[in-house]
Structure formats: structure tokens, C-alpha cells
């Protein structure tokens, strides 16, 4: 089958002809109207808490759509907030940026792209038994969304990932990150964030995400942004680099976008 991916005969526009659920009513990203968001009174009572362990060697791969850090962590825990009663548990995380810093970002806040957006999968561990069966589910997954801006300091987390780059420059490579990551310092320091139903921004592109998106971002630098450039989107000589790898915002339609200023 055709692969799919980011450009013209491939890209966003034509996904909703090999996956159907591309086309649907609550499809991920949107852009976030911030004048139509409503602070959610409830939203404030049941904090959105996080609790994450710190773990080295964790496997990092090559997708051929970016990198992706595997991190299934059984000791992490993502609850309250929007989240109901239902603890939510870290599977992976990864990012999406833009040919330039000036675009980059998969949600967009009034109009505005950030340089690039990094995401963190949780799946609902009171409901559900797999990940996949969770990404059946309307509430299946919850994503943390995380602007990146492009300042003057390197981000030392993000340092670790990209140090592991040279070593997955083609589709299908993996490699162990031997550094200890903790994905709390991934989190802005301002825990405001905005909310609402949503999809995966890839293909399968189900409807299964409860997304999270943090008001504040974080700061990375452009020679971070310019080494996520090098991924290779082929597996073998041909290079072909991943230079893009964002959805555009899709309609929001009727659905709710809720913010906490936490
Ligand atoms: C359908 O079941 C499965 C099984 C295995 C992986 C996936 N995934 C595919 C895309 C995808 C896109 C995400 S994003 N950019 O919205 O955060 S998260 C994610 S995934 O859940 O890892 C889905
Ligand atoms: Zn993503």
C-alpha cells in the first residue's frame, strides 16, 4: 500500500482515502481559538496530576515520520483534570517540526505555529488491557502536547534525545538512549493547559485522544530543530529527510475547548 506521509501526493489531504477515520468529526490537530476557550470550573477542582519514573536505556527509533522514544512505564500515572476517574499510563513519546523554526507545531493558538510540538501517549489503564485495544476507545489515550520555542539555550533533555540521532538516521533503526530521561522536564514550568476530544494526527488517525496541550512552551535551540532535520524518511541510501512531519489543524466543529490555568 501506498506509505503515507507529508508531501503532496501523499500527505494530509489524501490520508482520509486509506484511513477513513482521517475524514471524521474530531480529528486532531485543531487550531485553539483562545477566545472561545471556556475555564472549565470543574477542571480546576480535579488537578491534573503526573507521576513519572526516570529510566535509562530506553529504545529510540527511526519511524521514517521521526523519532519515537518506546517508554512504556507501569509506574507512571496521568490522572485528574479531564481525565475523569481513570489513570492513564506513559507508552511512548515524540515529536513534530517544520522545514523552519517558523512552523513546526501541530496545534496552533490563534493562527500561530510554534517551531514544533512534542507529544506524550498515555493509555487508560483502569479501562482498557493493551494500548491498542485503548486506541479503540474514545478515551482510550491521552496525549500531553508541548510547544517547542527556539531560544538562545539548549534544552538538556531534548540534548539527550538528538545526541542519539547519527545513530537512527534511517527508517527502521533503533538504538538505546544510554542517558537517565525523565519526561517530568519535558513539562513547561506554567501548568496551564488547554483541553478537548480529539484524534491521533497520524494515520490511523483514530478518534481515541483525550489531548492536553500546555499553555507555556518550551525552550529548544535551532541546531536541536536542524539535527531532527537529518532523520532520513528512507531506509537505505536514497536520502530523503524528514523536514516536515506536522498535521495542519483540522475543524473543531462543535466540540468543546476547555482551559486550566493551573
Ligand atoms: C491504533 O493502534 C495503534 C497501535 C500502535 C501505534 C499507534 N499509534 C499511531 C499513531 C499515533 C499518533 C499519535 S499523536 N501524534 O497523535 O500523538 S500517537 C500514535 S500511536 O498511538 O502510537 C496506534
Ligand atoms: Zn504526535
Known amino acids: 500500500a501506498a506509505e503515507w506521509g ?16 482521517a475524514g471524521g468529526a474530531r480529528q486532531s490537530p485543531v487550531d485553539i481559538c483562545t477566545s472561545i476557550a471556556s475555564s472549565d470550573s470543574n477542571l480546576e477542582m480535579k488537578k491534573l496530576t503526573f507521576a513519572y519514573e526516570s529510566q535509562s536505556d530506553l529504545r529510540i527509533l527511526n519511524t521514517g515520520h521521526g523519532w519515537k522514544v518506546e517508554a512504556p512505564q507501569s509506574g507512571s500515572r496521568l490522572e485528574g483534570g ?3 476517574e481513570d489513570i492513564y499510563q506513559l507508552e511512548q513519546f515524540h515529536c513534530h517540526w517544520g522545514e523552519t523554526s517558523a512552523e513546526g507545531s501541530e496545534h496552533t493558538v ?16 483502569t479501562k482498557y488491557q493493551s494500548f491498542a485495544e485503548a486506541a479503540q476507545h474514545p478515551d482510550g489515550l491521552a496525549v500531553l502536547g508541548v510547544f517547542f520555542d527556539v531560544g538562545n539555550e539548549s534544552n538538556d533533555e531534548i540534548e539527550k534525545i538528538v545526541s542519539t540521532l547519527s545513530e537512527i538516521k ?3 533503526q533503533f538504538t538505546d538512549i544510554p542517558d537517565v530521561i525523565d519526561p517530568t522536564t519535558f513539562l513547561p514550568s506554567g501548568l496551564g493547559y488547554w483541553t478537548y476530544l480529539g ?9 481515541c485522544v483525550i489531548w492536553i ?14 539535527q531532527f532535520r537529518c532523520l532520513s524518511a528512507c531506509s537505505g541510501e536514497a536520502e530523503e529527510f524528514i523536514v516536515k512531519n506536522y498535521r495542519p489543524p483540522q475543524p473543531l466543529g462543535n466540540r468543546a475547548l476547555r482551559e486550566c490555568n493551573a
Open 199 to 207: 484524534s491521533l494526527t497520524t494515520p490511523p488517525c483514530n478518534e
Open 170 to 172: 534511517f527508517k527502521g
Open 6 to 21: 507529508y508531501s503532496p501526493t501523499n500527505g494530509p489531504d489524501v490520508w482520509a482515502r486509506l484511513f477513513p477515520q
Open 213 to 226: 496541550v500546555y499553555k507555556e512552551p518550551i525552550t529548544v535551540t535551532e541546531e536541536q530543530l536542524v
Open 110 to 125: 490563534d493562527g500561530r505555529a510554534y517551531a514544533g510540538e512534542l507529544h506524550l501517549v498515555h493509555w487508560n489503564t
Open 82 to 84: 479531564p481525565l475523569g
